[in-house]
């Protein structure tokens, strides 16, 4: 069994910034995931060739996949580094594990692993991804609703914003203003909501828009890396069925 790991972090101080790796390497303990290699490179930051550096610098909050802040690509495939162990993630190379991090290359870059997922809130809002209701009061007992919907409505919650879907998704790049697949799962699980529908048309105005549904490749990848699982291509099926019939209903003369 391996009894080293050597990370090999992908460095960059700024945005446009010199990019260069560094190499570390540090004792493997059994079930040790990214994030605790990276604290302890942090305690030592001294790379494989005797430099003394900055500690990499990394985002993580929960550590228990639920806040979705510490996504990075990890030996090439983006996921979460608090549920990445070393054992399952790294590639064995003689008696260590070597694990490449990089960081997730569809948002602007703060500073090494950290990147800045802003696009993903905006996003939010312009699918007007919220309940519209003015004020804390009782509203009486909610309408009944099906099972299946009340199903899908929590999977479709489980969204954590983390941001790997808009990083595996080929639609999603500096020559396209797709919004990405995250925001089409949030416009759905909203318009699933009993009051959250009256704001149906809106989601559905600007999913019909340049940075809409049309841009969707249909690659199904956003699906393949989600931590979550969250059901990305039954929401973008869903949501393309919505706003098509929306379409044909103005055509026809028959209002939204």
């Excluded at 291509?233 to 919505?242: D, G, L, V």
């Amino acid at each position: 069994m391996p009894t080293t790991v050597r990370l090999i972090v992908r460095r960059q101080s700024r945005s446009g910034g010199e990019e260069r790796y560094d190499s570390f390497d540090i004792p493997f303990t059994p079930y040790m995931n990214v994030i605790s290699a990276l604290m302890e490179v942090r305690k030592n930051p001294v790379t494989t060739g005797g430099a003394a550096v900055e500690p990499p610098a990394w985002e993580a909050a929960c550590l228990e996949e639920v806040c979705g802040s510490c996504s990075m690509n990890i030996n090439g495939r983006v996921r979460q580094a608090c549920t990445a162990l070393i054992e399952e993630v790294g590639d064995i190379v003689g008696d260590r594990y070597e694990v490449t991090l990089e960081p997730m290359r569809k948002f602007p870059l703060v500073r090494d692993l950290i990147v800045d997922r802003s696009r993903m809130f905006e996003a939010l809002i312009k699918v007007h991804g919220w309940v519209p209701i003015d004020g804390s009061y009782d509203r009486g007992m909610a309408p009944p609703q099906d099972d299946d919907v009340r199903k899908l409505r929590y999977e479709l919650s489980r969204c954590m914003t983390c941001g790997c879907c808009l990083e595996a998704c080929p639609q999603v790049s500096e020559r396209t203003s797709f919004v990405g697949p995250q925001a089409i799962g949030q416009a759905l699980l909203f318009n699933l909501h009993p009051v959250g529908q009256t704001l149906a048309h809106d989601r559905i105005d600007f999913l019909t828009s340049e940075e809409g549904i049309t841009n969707c490749g249909n690659a199904q990848n956003c699906v393949k890396v989600c931590p979550k699982e969250v059901p990305l291509t039954k929401a973008i099926a869903e949501m393309n069925r919505q706003t098509t019939v929306s379409k044909v209903r103005q055509w026809l003369g028959l209002g939204k």
